[in-house]
């Protein structure tokens, strides 16, 4: 029988905790909130009250407060609404970490007091624990003060390996879907208030940068989509339009390209499995969407001007050139633990051209921190992969996982043209589907269709003996 923290909540909080100790909690809750009004600081008084409330709101949401924490810290706008350029977050930089390693370390804690194991021990998840280890030991040494590592790209990526870790306790891949509509939905409304204010403006500034928006929508799309289509195809084709355009908004090239290699991958895997029904699904949403776009005159000119630039003469690409030819270099010299700084590759292409990053995540990581920082990396990214080989030498068509590794792939697909991994939201994100894939992959199995179904060899003979 599966554990249940919901179930495990409601029976230890109504059955095991005395009066004695409900006191002493409500007493230490008091306290702190008292505390802090003394010292004449209301707003840090809300502030706890508001996460109070959010722990105890987790808990009881039992599978699915793991993923809806992940979303909401996710989709949160952190940064200015709309901007020209990357700025700082609105908050300060303790605030927006601290959200960052509550959210898969809150319902984790609270599913750990609550009893229970989701998951059997496994040497693979304890040797990542120890590489996350490593790696949080090279990058203070680099750094030389905790203080130097509270800044939520290097928190992002160390917490990448901590939620994959915590997601193993929660491999309920049904809870993921409402978590990744809901978040969706969040960044199609941001999105769309962000270009009513300011049609002539990329959107996406609230996440970080439009490429960062364009990435958190690709990665939570596929199980958005999922989600929506289980209760209605039109809801599914309205996410599905409403997405694309703003993808279009953004001006994130990237972002399409990710979003067509999902596309390529799911009509491969469809087509393995021989589901001809889930292609013309497939197949109507693309139409709608291009139709949409060709029937909109404004789409169609953003398409051809921002998304078509020319590629010679482009900026980006010139800086792509510097980038590959400053990282090889680099890495020639440091192979196995780069410079041991997290950024240390974006500041180097801030002081020696007009653009603050390398223009391809894996080659930035490994700059940083070497082929170990790489492998740590890439493991969220290797579970995708696997679950997909699985899929395709089975020929099986599991939602929850197919939903999950597609959206890995999908940010994926966005690291190769972008810093992808400095950036929390998106770290958080692979971590947390990489870790659930972790547990699931075991499960992937053929249907009783497809272990029935005669294969054409089989077929064949079966026609051969009727005959004879």
């Known amino acids: 029988m599966s554990f249940d923290p919901r179930q495990a909540l409601q029976s230890r909080v109504g059955k095991r905790l005395s009066n004695r100790q409900l006191v002493l909690a409500t007493a230490l809750l008091l306290g702190l909130v008292g505390g802090v009004l003394a010292e004449r600081k209301p707003t840090y008084a809300a502030i706890v009250c508001l996460v109070i409330a959010a722990a105890i709101a987790l808990a009881t949401l039992g599978q699915r407060g793991f993923p809806w924490a992940i979303a909401l810290v996710v ?85 990448a390996g901590i939620t994959f870790l915590c997601a193993r306790r929660f491999a309920d891949g049904r809870a993921w879907l409402g978590a990744a509509f809901g978040g969706l939905l969040v960044l199609v409304v941001l ?31 596929p ?38 290699a999902v596309v390529v991958l799911i009509v491969i895997i469809q087509a393995r499995a021989g589901n001809f029904r889930a292609l013309g699904a497939i197949v109507a949403v693309v139409v709608v969407v291009s139709g949409l776009i060709v029937s909109t005159g404004s789409l169609q000119h953003i398409v051809e001007q921002k998304l078509s630039a020319k590629v010679i003469t482009s900026q980006s690409v010139t800086h792509r050139q510097w980038s590959y030819s400053y990282a090889l270099e680099t890495i020639g010299k440091r192979p196995i633990f780069g410079a041991g700084a997290p950024g240390f590759s974006a500041r180097e292409s801030a002081s020696k051209t007009t653009i603050g990053a390398i223009d391809n995540g894996y080659v930035s990581i490994t700059v940083d921190l070497g082929l170990f920082g790489l492998i740590a990396a890439l493991i969220p990214i290797a579970m995708a992969i696997r679950v997909l080989a699985r899929c395709l030498r089975l020929r099986a068509t599991p939602p929850y996982e197919l939903a999950l590794a597609l959206g890995i792939m999908g940010m994926a697909f966005v690291a190769l043209f972008y810093d992808s991994f400095y950036w929390a939201q998106i770290d958080l994100l692979l971590g947390a589907m990489g870790g659930v894939l972790s547990v699931r992959i075991g499960r992937i199995v053929k249907t009783d269709r497809q272990a029935t179904q005669p294969t054409r060899a089989r077929r064949r003979r079966l026609r051969f003996s009727l005959a004879s």
């Not at 021990?121 to 090279?138: D, E, H, K």
């Not at 289509?229 to 599905?240: H, T």
Request: hydrophobic content about 50%; some cysteine.
């Open 191 to 221: 999105g769309a208030d962000a270009y009513v204010r300011d049609p002539s403006n990329r959107i996406g500034y609230f996440v970080g940068y439009p490429i960062t928006y364009g990435a958190l929508v690709v990665g939570l799309l």
């Open 75 to 159: 989709v949160a706008p952190w940064y200015p609404f709309i901007s020209q350029q990357a700025e700082a977050p609105i908050v300060r930089q303790k605030v927006l970490c601290a959200a960052i390693a509550a959210a898969p370390l809150v319902p984790w804690l609270w599913s750990l007091a609550l009893g229970g194991r989701r998951t059997r021990p496994s040497r693979a998840a304890l040797l990542m624990g120890f590489l996350f280890l490593g790696l949080t030991i090279l990058i203070y040494e680099s750094l030389g003060s905790v203080s130097a590592m509270i800044e939520s790209g290097v928190v992002g990526y160390i917490f």
């Open 223 to 260: 199980a958005g989509l999922l989600f929506a289509y289980q209760r209605s195809r039109l809801l599914a084709g309205v996410m599905a339009c409403a997405s694309g355009a703003l993808l279009i908004f953004s001006e994130s090239r990237s972002s399409w390209v990710a979003s067509t």
